[in-house]
């Protein structure tokens, strides 16, 4: 029953164009960090767009997600270390919860909370192959360390697949600082000639007027796999 769920899914994804926006909400966040990345990369970068790209379906991606996502991105980044292939295989009896959404889920581990979100579906490369955009947000439960991965995901061809995602960017909080790294600044470039440069990394603290770029040490690259921005 389990794989014609699946393949039914699948059936109703494929009916979809390449492009489409699923989480509204989850997508301002990264459209407001990096427009002319996502422009740069034939996904929405103004509300205008965005209002088009707003698709409806019934596919499971929380579900799929917590199935099938692998945490691999994430080791040697936060302080806590995840067993386990999938974000299902980290859950702990009676040290970790659960909660399942329509386009994501949340864990509460007793160190942080992982909030995991389907952004859109896309075709980053221009290869012809779908992709998913996924974020991944970890926020400890002391300290005001917390980060945002923006992941490409390959979409899923059964129910079994670990997926294996591709971290495009980071977007780096201490406290009310907040930086984004790309990490690797080549760009396929689809943008009108009159677009503009493609977001610039900065470091921005409220209250301040210095707008400054990242020492280079602050680039976190290893252990994470590299994606072309």
Known sequence: MGKILFLFCSLLL??????????????????GQ?????????LPADHEALRLALSESSYPYGAVLFKQLSPSFMQGQVATYYLGETFAQTLQPRRSSFTPGKNGFTIEHMTQRVQVAM????DWDGDGKREWLVSCRVVPKR????????????EPEN???VL????????DC????????KLKAEAIDRRKEDAGPLTEVKEFTPGEQTVTT????????????????
């Open 14 to 31: 494929a009916g979809c164009s390449t492009m489409s926006v699923v989480d509204e909400k989850g997508y301002l966040q990264i459209m």
């Open 34 to 42: 990096m427009p002319r990345d996502l422009e740069a990369h034939g």
């Open 119 to 122: 952004l859109a579906v896309c």
């Open 143 to 154: 300290g005001g360390h917390e980060k945002t991965w923006y992941l490409l995901v390959p």
């Open 159 to 161: 129910s079994s697949d």
């Open 164 to 171: 294996k995602p591709t971290a495009v960017a980071i977007w």
């Open 174 to 181: 201490l406290g009310l600082s907040c930086q984004l790294i």
């Open 214 to 229: 990242p020492p280079e040490q602050k680039k976190e690259t290893q252990s994470i796999e590299e994606h072309s921005l």
